[in-house]
């Protein structure tokens, strides 16, 4: 009896032995060894591994990784990604958890890795599935040709897509202005451990940065977008600024004149100069929409594709900006702006995060980076020709298409000294097309208006919105919309998107016109008029 007794002791003494080593395991890979913390805060905690490599524990991402001491980590937005770089490398750490979400592991493999058979300007080295500690994975390396306009272009690739389960993917990527040591890579690869999450850790608020306004630009954005700045309206009338007949009735009918008019344009033409002119005339500011491609095939216009498919030319257009393609057409631009004189809203390639863009990443490798370039290199062409009267309108789309990590709005932005206002667009698009669903005002504002507020400290401004007729009572959303809008007061003006999205065969898919009916006309006069 002693014996058997005995036996049951040691077992449950190697049970509980066991069990304490697991636990402490765990708690050294979340806790690492004080002796070794190099630093250490909410966010998260880097620890010496040996003369070669540090570690780091991303708390807000829920993961570990080893990685070379000559690297600067950067957690900036540590909920999203942990980045770590030198002179010549960068590499990014994201989690995508898709326990709420349409997409899982294998669609978000599939999806991303796409562009490997898609996109012919690269050099594909590896693409294929293997297994990593026990994790099936993904490996993908390509490289692309480096592009003239960017200092140390970072133009190779390796990527290790790691899953831990079916609602679960880890991604880390390396970018390079050299080839990439494999061995090197896969060593801090299979460092990787999720570990513990803390979804209360900060990330960085982004704030406003000092500009060379001239006087008039500068006393219109403290009127407008001011701390004490009221909110306004605009209008987006397909015909406004280069016809005002329609624009004159409507604001007639609604008692209300509107301040900010949009103006889309593409590559194909040069700066709209004469209805920046009319609109100004008539009191109303321009948010001036440039959108990087061409809309049409056109061998007259100086800058449009010469034997290249119109498509095929468009998916290569940020490419095709930083090899300097478009120098002389954005100098001009610049040149005629500055010429005006007078105020812009500038809003350049907006809902990149959509894959509808042909600027998005989903384009590009899944590389943001090259967004940001793009941006900054109008930027810069503008400042070198001593523009003065632009304010800069970063937008991205409410909802990312694909809602993956590496397209997230975040990774979009090209700095608070590039930035001066935050576009919010998001629309009650309705029911007309399958998978999409009737939206009111508040469920699309309050919480990109939260999320925004918490990474942003720049004003705000509802860059185009609107709500389909199909699917609901657009009377009463836009009832709804003016008793709600009061509540987001950083939001400082609203621009109505009055038009109508037509589907593949021609027929009304997205009815968002203000002036669709008397009952809608009614709900927004009555809703204008204390705006007045």
């Not at 632009?390 to 090209?414: E, G, I, K, Q, T």
Request: proline share 4%; glycine share 6%.
């Amino acid at each position: 009896m002693k014996k058997v007794f005995y036996i049951l002791a040691g077992i449950i003494l190697l049970l509980v032995m066991a069990g304490a080593g697991i636990y402490l395991a765990r708690y050294y890979d979340r806790y690492f060894d004080e002796q070794k913390t190099v630093s250490t805060d909410e966010i998260k905690t880097i620890v010496e591994v040996d003369e070669n490599y540090l570690r780091l524990y991303n708390h807000a991402g829920g993961y570990a990784i080893n990685y070379p001491k000559s690297y600067r980590p950067d957690l900036t937005l540590a909920a999203l990604k942990s980045e770590f770089a030198d002179d010549q490398n960068n590499i990014e750490v994201y989690s995508d958890n898709f326990d709420d979400k349409i997409s899982d592991a294998k669609a978000y493999i599939g999806y991303s890795n796409g562009f490997l058979t898609r996109d012919k300007d690269i050099k594909v080295e590896m693409n294929k599935y293997t297994v990593i500690n026990g994790r099936l994975a993904h490996l993908s390396k390509w490289q692309r040709a480096p592009l003239a306009r960017v200092k140390n272009d970072r133009n190779h690739y390796l990527c290790a897509m790691l899953v831990e389960n079916s609602r679960q993917v880890y991604t880390i990527i390396m970018k390079s202005s050299q080839p990439i040591d494999d061995a090197e890579f896969m060593k801090m690869v299979k460092s990787f451990k999720p570990v513990s999450l803390n979804q209360s850790a900060a990330n960085t608020c982004y704030q406003s940065q000092p500009k060379k306004w001239n006087a008039e630009t500068r006393r219109f954005y403290e009127q407008n977008f001011g701390d004490q700045a009221s909110l306004k309206w605009g209008i987006y009338e397909p015909t406004a600024p280069g016809k005002m007949k329609n624009l004159t009735w409507l604001e007639d009918r609604l008692d209300y004149d509107f301040h900010f008019l949009i103006r889309y344009q593409n590559l194909d033409k040069p700066l709209p100069l004469k209805e920046l002119q009319t609109a100004w005339e008539n009191q109303k500011c321009v948010e001036l929409t440039l959108q990087l491609g061409f809309e049409f095939a056109d061998s007259a216009a100086p800058y449009n594709p010469q034997g290249t498919p119109l498509a095929e030319f468009n998916q290569n257009i940020i490419p095709e900006l930083l090899n300097g393609k478009f120098d002389a057409y954005l100098n001009q631009y610049a040149k005629d702006i500055k010429s005006f004189g007078h105020p812009i809203l500038f809003r350049p390639n907006n809902e990149m995060n959509g894959d509808w863009c042909v600027y998005c990443s989903y384009h590009y490798g899944n590389d943001a980076d090259l967004y940001i370039k793009a941006w900054q290199y109008i930027y810069d062409i503008f400042a070198a020709n001593q523009v003065d009267n632009v304010l800069w309108v970063w937008n991205p789309h409410d909802l990312s298409f694909p809602d993956f990590a590496w397209n997230s709005y975040l990774n979009y932005f090209p700095g608070s000294e590039y930035v001066d206002i935050i576009g919010l667009t998001g629309y009650n698009t309705g029911t007309y097309y399958e998978g999409e669903r009737w939206r009111e005002f508040a469920d699309i504002y309050n919480p990109l208006y939260a999320e925004y507020s918490q990474h942003f400290a720049l004003p705000f401004m509802i860059t185009e919105f609107g709500s389909n007729s199909v699917g609901g009572d657009k009377s009463q959303w836009l009832r709804d919309m003016f008793r709600h809008i009061d509540n987001y007061p950083r939001i400082k003006a609203a621009i109505f998107f009055s038009a109508t999205d037509m589907d593949s065969n021609g027929q009304p898919a997205r009815v968002y016109r203000i002036d669709e009916n008397e009952a809608v006309l009614n709900v927004i006069q009555e809703g204008l008029d204390r705006y007045k």
